[in-house]
């Protein structure tokens, strides 16, 4: 098979596509067929080809029927191209005037390298190892969840649960049992794990927290044996997903091991940091020890170099074009000093984005949606950033619209439930994601007064 550029306008999509019951002769129906699965996911290819182009290492196939180059695989990315340049193929008047946006904004590509192939029947080996699973290794082999994980390097769930294993590996190495339980979590419940991890509530109780570069642990080591050791025993056995999902079941299995967990009375004056395990094959960190009972100095040449956050709630942040009430609350809460009153800097972070988002909604106009604050925050968001583009606000859409460590939820509970504990970090880490959107937010109402 050769490779030849083609101009999308002249591409056919397949009118016999296996991801449609039935045949689709025209391009409209070709494209409505591929968007009635979900458009979401149609659209953000389209953002995405927009924005980055075509991928490179896998290219459409195409065979000449009737005189007519026929995309027979990669439909998907075709189509998405045709969309962007005649936005009148899609039905939905909401996905078209973002397709419509999209291809404003963006030179998208106009024509495509596609591998040519003489015949259907020709392709067809290719074709079949591209969309029918590992074929006992000769097709596409997906990566294993750990594997995704080390590879994005992102600060996700279950980063941080593969990181706690690390350190759990490294604090108790001569417990040869609980090193069998964790390699057995790490095969078989790795995600049950980070679910766990994610819940706040989990981790104070088992005394540890994360940041970038570490893991902040609450007691020392040997506090903290049995209440690893009854955790990972119980993952390794009958600990499922589905035992832990909700939070009352989470709070129910910490009843349950609540004679292995630290007691608060063992709790050290300050949370200890312990540095992120290196990789294999480079030295070892060694365990803490009982004269590092502190965060180490940012200056310390032992520390890796952390950035700077924010010591006060929302200390960044100025806005210029929202009410004199809503800059007071502002202002007011600036004065916070996290680590001096984590609770009512909790609740101050809340009330800041509650205030700021509700304003905004009631000014713009912004009425769908906005019965719960996450909608509130949702429909903001959408407004401030139709396209999804700022990086800056990856984390205020994930932990706005996610149910995860740190989720609309949370925020929620550092005001109506009596039992939870803010964490320095968490609260930190809130000021810190929510500043870009607060900010953003003040420079569209700004641009769009009313």
């Not at 949370?271 to 965060?295: D, E, L, Y």
């Not at 809503?326 to 007011?332: D, G, P």
Request: charged share 30%.
């Amino acid at each position: 098979m050769e490779q030849s550029d083609f101009a999308v306008a002249d591409l056919r999509l397949d009118g016999n596509n296996p991801r449609h019951a039935v045949p689709t002769p025209t391009t409209r129906e070709a494209v409505a067929a591929l968007l009635g699965r979900d458009p979401e996911k149609l659209l953000r290819l389209a953002q995405d080809i927009a924005q980055k182009g075509v991928n490179p290492t896998e290219f459409p196939i195409v065979v000449h029927e009737d005189g007519h180059p026929v995309v027979i695989e990669g439909n998907r990315r075709i189509a998405a191209l045709k969309a962007l340049a005649d936005p009148s193929l899609v039905e939905d008047l909401r996905i078209r005037q973002m397709f419509a946006i999209t291809a404003r904004r963006h030179s998208y590509p106009q024509s495509v390298r596609c591998v040519v192939a003489e015949s259907r029947e020709v392709a067809r080996h290719w074709i079949t190892l591209r969309h029918t699973g590992e074929n006992e290794g000769v097709g596409i082999q997906p990566w294993t969840t750990e594997q995704k994980t080390r590879f994005a390097e992102k600060r996700t769930p279950t980063e941080k649960a593969l990181r706690f294993m690390q350190q759990v590996s490294e604090w108790y190495k001569s417990d040869e049992k609980l090193l069998q339980d964790i390699e057995t979590v790490r095969s078989t419940r790795l995600t049950t794990l980070a679910r766990l991890l994610s819940d706040p509530k989990v981790r104070n109780s088992l005394g540890i927290d994360f940041e970038d570069d570490g893991i902040l642990a609450e007691y020392e080591p040997e506090v903290m044996h049995n209440s690893v050791r009854r955790l990972f025993s119980d993952l390794a056995t009958h600990l499922s997903v589905s035992r832990v999902k909700s939070k009352d079941q989470r709070r129910e299995y910490l009843g349950a091991i609540k004679d292995d967990l630290p007691q608060n009375s063992q709790r050290l004056t300050q949370p200890r940091f312990v540095p992120k395990q290196p990789t294999a094959g480079s030295t070892p960190v060694a365990p803490p020890t009982q004269t590092q009972t502190s965060i180490p100095p940012r200056s310390s040449a032992s520390a890796p170099s952390r950035p700077q956050q924010d010591k006060r709630v929302f200390q960044n942040v100025v806005m210029r074009n929202i009410s004199p009430r809503t800059a007071k609350v502002l202002n007011e809460a600036k004065k916070i000093v996290i680590a001096d009153s984590p609770n009512v800097a909790a609740v101050m972070i809340r009330a800041v984005i509650d205030i700021a988002v509700t304003e905004a909604a009631e000014k713009q106009g912004w009425r769908r949606r906005q019965d719960k604050l996450r909608d509130r925050i949702g429909v903001a968001l959408r407004h401030i950033d139709p396209e999804s583009e700022d990086r800056k606000l990856d984390e205020a859409r994930r932990m706005s619209q996610n149910d995860g460590a740190l989720s609309v939820k949370n925020l929620h509970s550092f005001m109506h439930q009596w039992d939870v504990h803010p964490m320095i970090v968490d609260i930190t880490t809130l000021s810190v994601v929510y500043t870009p959107m607060l900010l953003k937010l003040d420079a569209y109402l700004g641009d769009n007064p009313k």
